[in-house]
């Protein structure tokens, strides 16, 4: 059963900025992630290797895709619901600051109403 329910991040505009990255992705990529975000829904709390807290109320869900590449999913929770921020393919060890900024400004606005 699940303990939590996926909703995506809409901006003023109703764009859904990971919905969008999530349909850019390759077949077997969408799979990965998909299979992961299914995996803290019905799993929640949960933590490493799949879910690891950034702070300040976001987490990320981390996804190893194939040719040695990771993917990433930041959200929060709020009440009920695992609201998707921000999703990138990490280059680097240190998730990239301005990732983080973006998955923050978006969870401020969810916060500000």
């Not at 799949?50 to 990771?70: A, F, H, T, W």
Request: with cysteine; charged share 35%.
């Amino acid at each position: 059963m699940k303990k939590i329910t996926v909703k995506f991040y809409r901006s003023e505009t109703g764009k859904e900025p990971v919905k969008e990255w999530l349909l850019e992705l390759s077949k077997d990529d969408k799979k990965v992630v998909g299979v992961d975000i299914k995996t803290v829904e019905f799993g929640w709390p949960i933590g490493m290797p799949v879910c690891k807290p950034l702070g300040s109320g976001l987490y990320e869900v981390r996804s190893s895709l194939q040719s040695n590449r990771i993917a990433r999913v930041i959200f929060c929770i709020e009440g009920s619901e695992m609201i998707l921020l921000h999703g990138f393919i990490k280059k680097t060890q240190k998730t990239p600051q301005e990732d983080l900024e973006m998955a923050k400004k978006r969870y401020r606005r969810i916060k500000n109403g």
